[in-house]
């Protein structure tokens, strides 16, 4: 691979718009240009960020050394696979396919060819969540919220698949423990698919996560809690804010920015109940994935959200939608 990676974008709606205002801008990559079946809004977008526009998929493919595809999740699949087979390496948006057979099919073709896949689980990036690194983190119970106003864009897929899935990556890459029962429930309510759902998920850990997601809400909500033994902390992927109450000892030493809250006795143990909001970093949660996606391409390292995570995503929003059914 050259030095500078030659990076594509394949569908310019909404999301793709975005992505391809970045692409001039990452460190070690160089835009190739956009394509979309809207050759007129392909332009538009093209003449506003100074890209170059294709006229074909092919022809995008031939000038790149990988792709961002943003076209509707229903052709994914088709597209991932016609660049694989061309030897580019591909960054996907959520969900990564329809069925979860196809994404293992695209983990197979990318494997034998040493191709790499990163999936847009873009709330992985959040500030919020990228403020926890520095805690140990064994969760054993998660509640979370995201709720969303109507509107049409993402519709042709269930509301486990447009807004849930977020969720359950972000619930799998911290529980870390096989799931052993999943219960679930939905109603069509605006389209064909279910709108509003709810699953409660157990893993062999006993860690349990009640999930809920929504995208016909009055007001919307991004929201999750995890509680863990001695701590309890609340995300809020919306405003980039995470608060952590802690149980300590009280010798410990803490952080500069920790409230004291008060003091909690356990028999003659005195313990320290402690307030901290980690520091966030300052960082677009979109452009850093594209960063990262760039670097795992240049040091020939596995992405951080690569399709073993988005599979495991979606056998359980499959579950989930199956069980609703």
Do not use: W
Request: proline share 5%; aromatic share 6%.
């Amino acid at each position: 691979m050259n030095t500078c990676v030659k990076l594509g974008v394949i569908g310019i709606g909404h999301l793709g718009s975005i992505h391809a205002s970045f692409i001039s801008s990452l460190q070690g990559a160089a835009p190739a240009g956009i394509y979309d079946l809207d050759h007129a809004r392909a332009h538009e977008i093209g003449a506003r960020h100074n890209l170059a526009v294709f006229d074909s998929l092919d022809a995008l493919l031939d000038a790149s050394d990988a792709v961002v595809i943003a076209t509707p999740t229903h052709s994914h699949f088709e597209i991932a696979v016609t660049a694989l087979e061309k030897g580019k390496h591909v960054f996907v948006e959520k969900p990564v396919t329809e069925h979860v057979e196809e994404a293992r099919s695209l983990r197979d073709i990318a494997g034998k060819r040493n191709l790499k896949i990163q999936v847009g689980h873009i709330e992985r990036f959040n500030p919020a969540i990228v403020a926890l690194e520095k805690f140990a983190l064994a969760p054993r119970f998660i509640e979370s919220h995201r709720l969303a106003q109507f509107k049409p864009r993402g519709t042709d897929v269930a509301v486990v698949l447009d807004l849930m899935i977020h969720d359950l990556d972000i619930i799998l890459s911290l529980v870390r423990s096989p799931v052993t029962n999943i219960a679930a429930n939905g109603v069509a309510v605006v389209t064909r698919h279910p709108d509003i759902a709810n699953a409660r998920i157990e893993f062999e850990n006993g860690c349990v996560a009640n999930v809920t997601a929504s995208r016909i809400s009055q007001r919307p909500m991004r929201k999750m809690r995890l509680f863990q033994q001695d701590a309890y902390l609340s995300i809020d992927f919306a405003s980039g804010v995470t608060e952590v109450f802690r149980i300590v000892e009280p010798h410990t030493d803490a952080p500069g920015s920790t409230v004291l809250l008060g003091q909690i006795e356990r028999g003659d143990v005195r313990r320290n109940i402690v307030y901290e909001q980690p520091e966030v970093p300052e960082l677009n949660p979109l452009q850093y994935e594209q960063q990262l996606f760039i670097r795992a391409i240049e040091r020939d390292t596995p992405p951080i959200v690569g399709i073993h995570d988005a599979i495991q995503a979606l056998e359980v929003a499959e579950e989930i939608l199956h069980r609703i059914q």
